[in-house]
């Protein structure tokens, strides 16, 4: 399968512990986009990469999220000090990043639940 | 920034009527719009878009209507089979930026 994974599917953590979520996104595709999405709602833009540079972070990315890209293939996202409102689905998604390059796959998500 | 209004957030029909979802946005300068469906415990699935260039494009029993004049953009699913059966966002995309603007999505019940 060449779509876009991610690792692990579902997660349940307790509050004040610290998580961190994979995504492996589609093979040569340069742009990487993590999304937070709740019940009822849209996806929520955190951030996104091109290569391994981390271009733009959202207001809703607090100090207690990190991602990396280390290489320019995968990439993580760490949430610290977990609190009940971070339980939500967190999305990856990738794109070529080419011109017209523009269109957004996703994978099928990390569901978190912080009790 | 870009703003995405979505309508009707519940629409529910009878097994081969046709389903409508409208969306608008707010900047004039969003040239590409995306369709995703999002299955129950899955990630946001792809199925048309449209670029600012064209005012209609179909495949198969999809089809997306773009009105840049009014700013508005719609999804037609025709001959809807329960398998429809799902949550669909709409999306906008400014030209420059890379960071799509999300509707708050519709969910589709046919009925069989």
């Known amino acids: 399968d060449t779509g876009v994974s991610q690792n692990p599917r579902h997660k349940i953590t307790k509050r004040g512990q610290n998580v961190t979520f994979r995504c492996d996104p589609i093979?040569?595709?340069?742009?990487l986009y993590w999304y937070r999405q709740t019940l009822g709602q849209g996806p929520e833009f955190l951030t996104y990469?091109?290569?391994?540079?981390?271009?733009?972070k959202s207001r809703l990315l607090s100090d207690r999220f990190s991602a990396e890209r280390p290489k320019g293939s995968f990439s993580t996202l760490e949430i610290q000090r977990t609190e009940q409102g971070d339980s939500a689905m967190y999305l990856c998604?990738?794109?070529?990043?080419?011109?017209?390059?523009?269109?957004?796959?996703f994978g099928p998500g990390t569901r978190l639940l912080v009790l | 920034g870009e703003n995405v209004e979505q309508h009707p957030s519940t629409l529910s029909v009878q097994e081969g009527d046709s389903a409508v979802i409208k969306c608008t946005y707010s900047?004039?300068?969003?040239?590409?719009f995306p369709w995703y469906k999002q299955e129950l415990g899955k990630g946001p699935q792809l199925i048309i878009d449209?670029?600012?260039?064209?005012g209609e494009k179909k495949d198969q029993r999809i089809a997306v209507t773009l009105n840049k004049t009014a700013k508005h953009f719609s999804l037609h699913i025709t001959e809807t089979q329960p398998e429809d059966s799902a949550v669909y966002f709409c999306?906008?995309?400014?030209?420059?930026?890379?960071?799509?603007?999300f509707g708050r999505g519709t969910s589709l019940i046919v009925h069989p």
């Open positions: 093979s040569e595709h340069n742009r």
């Open positions: 900047d004039s300068a969003s040239n590409y």
């Open positions: 449209i670029r600012s260039n064209v």
């Open positions: 999306a906008a995309l400014s030209g420059g930026s890379y960071i799509p603007t």
């Open positions: 990469f091109q290569n391994e540079a981390q271009l733009e």
């Open positions: 998604a990738s794109s070529p990043g080419t011109q017209g390059g523009e269109t957004q796959y």
